[in-house]
């Protein structure tokens, strides 16, 4: 499956953006979906996922209650809606997936067989 997040740009504090993670090659039904992000000088780290029945969404404590995720599958597509943006939300943000994921492991890049392309979100103070 290739995967192709967009949607990222410069926004101020407190503004919204929305990510999308558009799938081709499979359809992204039964397969998790997760979000990482990497700041400059920092690690991966995971943001949010959606289970593969697409029933379950998790969040770091971080975005928790500032970011949502949905599907649509007419458009094989996932959407990473973020509000409430901070300065430190500043990142390059990749989607990724997998169609073996238990829960456990969502929030493991390594659990991830496919990744695409980062998109950059800079807020700014």
């Known amino acids: 499956v290739q995967l192709q997040a967009s949607g990222g740009g410069v926004v101020q504090a407190g503004e919204s953006l929305r990510l999308s993670c558009a799938a081709s090659g499979r359809t992204l039904r039964g397969v998790a979906v997760g979000w990482f992000r990497q700041a400059p000088g920092k690690e991966r780290e995971f943001v949010a996922a959606s289970s593969r029945t697409g029933s379950g969404t998790y969040f770091s404590d971080s975005v928790k209650g500032r970011f949502s995720l949905s599907r649509d599958n007419a458009k094989n597509t996932v959407y990473l809606q973020m509000n409430l943006l901070k300065p430190e939300d500043t990142a390059v943000y990749y989607c990724?997936?997998?169609?073996?994921?238990?829960?456990?492991?969502?929030?493991?890049?390594?659990?991830?067989?496919?990744w695409g392309p980062g998109t950059l979100v800079t807020v700014s103070s």
């Open positions: 990724a997936a997998g169609s073996s994921i238990i829960t456990s492991s969502l929030e493991m890049d390594s659990a991830y067989a496919y």
